[in-house]
């Protein structure tokens, strides 16, 4: 089955689920209400999305210079930097890495770009155990899914399905109380990090000036999972560079606010390469992989480049309406919702994700959210336009628009089409789409040019 038809058929199906709509609404709503409270710090909140569209567009703009800025600073202090161009060389790199350490478990913080190169796959084929320390990663990982949402793995779920899912799964007696459900995973999880040869995270964001890696969350995995294990991989995608640690006071309150509502994230940690001479804690050994995996290709389109100046909040996703009907499942990418549907197929592929930018309703909700101000719904226009330019619109639209523009650009042609040929016409063009669930579009008795003709006739 072609992607845009197992889209469509995954979307109705969800569309019409009102279990799944009645989760997604609470869910969602709740964080809609802590992000209204959590604006509220702000005294100029437009003033500071101005300030950061400016700091990451100049820094994108610049991004080999501050690349290799970065590099030089980390490596400095002992880290190692691993230039990845795509998701196979990032894997064979990380594969070397394990093999020297002869690891046999991994414990991993919540990042999408090892979702992104589909890591955890690649671990467990080659026998190395591979444990979510996120408990939101944690559940989605033993329901066997990908995460539903940038920032809430698990958003999808209820209370009742988690408590379902961890009787099934890890034998518990069934409770309803969430203190108790999240004490099971903490036990279980604790043993873990002690025992794991490699720790992994994503980052944030990549600090230029001190050669940092910035990794935010809520739980106190992500430090642990670095604390204890002797290695530390982090797996950055390299558009995450700021150009100061300075700039953290303006981006770590903008992307907690935007994507939770906290005024700033529980946990908020610099890397700057592995444990020093006078260090207690920490891992003998760090790499950071920069991962470009379709980013430079993005980057070489100017009027679409601003994409990479998401700073994966998720505001979009929660006020988009399309996401709130048909899920993050649905998409069957690693990030979903409208930053998704712009950069998954510069990632993945226009010909296998240009449907993503069809399935909008260009409201510009997305746009007006964004703490960053990317142009979201614009950026979705011209990835539709892409798609057509590169001939990837199927025969029969072709045809069905060769045939519209002939005949909006001829009145004789549109008068001499009698009403009941332009609705049959009508008819087998929106059978599988608009008449699907609407009333058909129907042709007036005579066109506006008709009437109009005979009015001034007479």
């Known amino acids: 089955m072609s992607k845009l038809r197992q889209f469509l058929q995954d979307a109705e199906t969800k569309a019409f689920d009102q279990g799944h709509r009645a989760t997604i609404k609470f869910n969602i709503g709740k964080y809609n209400a802590a992000v209204q409270r959590g604006l509220t710090q702000y ?12 700091i990451k567009t100049q820094t994108i703009n610049n991004l080999d210079k ?3 800025e970065f590099e030089a600073n980390f490596t400095a202090r002992g880290g190692k930097v691993i230039w990845a161009r795509d998701a196979q060389e990032a894997l ?14 991994v414990v991993k913080s919540k990042s999408m770009t090892t979702e992104e190169i589909h890591l955890n796959e690649y671990l467990e084929k080659n026998g190395i155990e591979t444990v979510e320390t996120d408990l939101g990663e944690y559940i989605v990982q033993l329901a066997e899914q990908r995460p539903y949402h940038i920032v809430t793995p698990a958003m999808h779920m209820s209370k009742t399905d988690i408590r379902d899912l961890f009787v099934r799964k890890l034998g518990i007696s069934p409770t309803d109380n969430a203190e108790e459900l999240v004490g099971v995973a903490r036990t279980l999880l604790r043993e873990k990090y002690t025992s794991a040869e490699v720790g992994i995270t994503g980052g944030n964001f990549l600090i230029a000036d001190v050669g940092g890696v910035a990794v935010t969350e809520n739980e106190g995995n992500g430090r642990l ?12 995608g390299i558009e995450k560079m700021i150009p100061s640690i300075m700039d953290l006071d303006l981006f770590w309150p903008l992307l907690s606010t935007s994507g939770t509502g906290q005024g700033i994230t529980v946990y908020n940690t610099i890397f700057t390469g592995p444990r020093q001479a006078k260090e207690k804690d920490g891992p ?13 290709d993005l980057l070489a389109l100017p009027e679409k480049r601003e994409a990479l100046n998401c700073i994966r909040c998720g505001a ?3 006020v988009c309406p399309v996401y709130k009907n048909i899920g993050g499942h649905t998409y069957e990418t690693t990030y979903s919702g409208p930053i998704g549907s712009v950069i998954s197929p510069h990632y993945d592929g226009m010909a296998e994700h240009k449907h993503l930018s069809f399935a909008s309703s260009l409201c510009g909700a997305c746009t007006s959210v964004c703490p960053v101000k990317i142009n979201i719904h614009n950026l979705l226009l011209l990835n539709r336009k892409q798609s057509v330019d590169e001939g990837l619109s199927d025969s029969q639209e072709r045809t069905a628009i060769k045939l519209w523009l002939r005949a909006m650009k001829s009145r ?14 009508l008819r087998y063009v929106q059978k599988d789409s608009w008449s699907k669930r609407r009333e058909p579009l129907q042709a007036a008795p005579k066109s ?8 001034r006739g007479r």
């Not at 005294?43 to 400016?54: I, N, T």
């Not at 004789?412 to 016409?425: D, E, Q, R, W, Y």
């Open 412 to 425: 004789t042609l549109m008068n001499l089409a009698p009403a009941g040929i332009k609705n049959f016409v």
């Open 448 to 455: 506006f040019n008709q009437l109009w003709k005979e009015k």
């Open 284 to 296: 003998e050994e760090m790499y950071v992989v920069l991962l470009d995996n379709g980013r430079t």
């Open 92 to 105: 064979k790199e990380i594969g070397e890495i394990m093999k020297r350490k002869r690891a046999r478990s």
């Open 43 to 54: 005294s100029d909140h437009e003033l500071a999305r101005e300030r950061a569209s400016y």
């Open 225 to 236: 999972s670095t604390a204890f294990p002797k290695t530390h991989i982090a797996i950055v």
């Open 66 to 68: 501050y690349l290799m």
């Open 316 to 318: 979009c996703l929660n």
